[in-house]
């Protein structure tokens, strides 16, 4: 006796258990929100809320303040903040003061981020390897990291014044006028501070970088002959790439939050503004001069900008 096997599921339906499109698109979606360990976002969700609470509400609050008409009342008055739309952009997109702060910013990150990424990956390949003294380098690389800025403004100020130190072992090679005071010096000098003062933090990303290096690539590289010069450029620069991405990211935007430095190395952006960046112009624009508003547009197109740049950096290293 023959029997027939019907498909009682109809043209076009999986049978029950079967793994089709469908049934794998909630899965891909609880991938995505949780990861393949869920149990993982719980921990990782009072993290989460901080961002959320510190970064993100003053950012989108932020935003609304480009786009209003925004300005300080004593607490507990109510006024209206109309919608201006593109107004305080296009107010401060035709300020040249503005447009003063951004190139000032500029010529910051192109002197400090390569000398910050150069230096602290020699440093910290020099501290990797075994010499006298190693502990004590490294510490001292770390010390002006955490020491407080306006101390060590202090010993800066001393040394680059017109009658400091630099300028008596320079003698008659001195600039005139003096560094902090010199409207084409003023913020190479502020660079160069920057990066010196940071050099200790990125160091120590490097140096967590190298110890994941193989010494069998080293002594490969020394087996063939070599030199110190091709193994740093062949072995040591590719293998630290993604230290090298955050460290180009993380100077980036430090160079771009500006402000402790000049405020105190220039009192305040000088000379003549040659050193006002965009965060102390906000300052300036937003708590001294009662235009939150404006100041809030100076913050959200800085943000875009470096949002951009740090792509481009990724983008690059990449690729390569």
């Known amino acids: 006796m023959s029997y027939t ?44 809320l901080y961002l959320a609470l510190i970064f993100v509400y003053p950012l989108g609050f932020a935003v609304w303040l480009s786009f209003h008409d925004y300005f300080f009342t004593a607490p507990g008055v109510q006024v209206d903040r109309p919608f201006v739309g593109l107004d305080n952009y296009t107010a401060v997109l035709t300020d040249p003061a503005v447009w003063r702060s951004f190139l000032n910013i500029a010529i910051f990150l192109v ?74 010096l003023a913020m190479p000098t502020v660079a160069v501070f ?17 110890q994941n290096v193989p010494n069998e690539l080293y002594e490969s590289a020394s087996l063939d002959g070599a030199g110190r010069l091709r193994t740093f450029w062949s072995i040591t620069v590719p293998t630290v790439r993604p230290a090298t991405l955050l460290v180009l990211i993380l100077a980036t935007i430090t160079g771009a939050n500006l402000f402790t430095e000049p405020y105190l190395l220039t009192s305040g952006g000088g000379p003549d503004g040659a050193t006002t960046s965009p965060v102390l ?37 990449e690729r390569d």
């Open 111 to 184: 002197i400090n981020v390569p000398l910050t990424v150069v230096g602290s990956l020699v440093l910290a390949s020099a501290l990797n390897k075994k010499l006298r003294f190693r502990s004590f380098f490294r510490t001292a690389y770390y010390i002006p990291y955490v020491t407080a800025s306006v101390a060590v403004v202090g010993v800066w100020i001393f040394l680059f014044n017109s009658n400091g130190l630099v300028n008596q072992a320079l003698g008659p090679l001195a600039p005139d006028p003096s560094w902090l005071v010199n409207s084409h």
């Open 281 to 317: 112009l906000m300052y300036q624009r937003g708590l001294q001069q009662g235009h939150p508003d404006e100041a809030a547009a100076i913050g959200v197109i800085l943000v875009v900008l470096v949002t951009a740049i740090s792509l481009v950096y990724r983008r690059f290293l």
């Open 194 to 210: 920057v990066a010196w003062k940071q050099l200790g933090f990125f160091v120590v990303l490097y140096l967590s970088a190298l």
């Open 5 to 48: 096997t019907h498909d009682t599921h109809g043209p076009g339906r999986a049978a029950p258990g079967a793994r089709g499109p469908a049934a794998g698109r909630p899965r891909r979606w609880r991938l995505r929100l949780g990861g393949h360990q869920p149990i993982g976002m719980l921990f990782v969700s009072p993290y989460v």
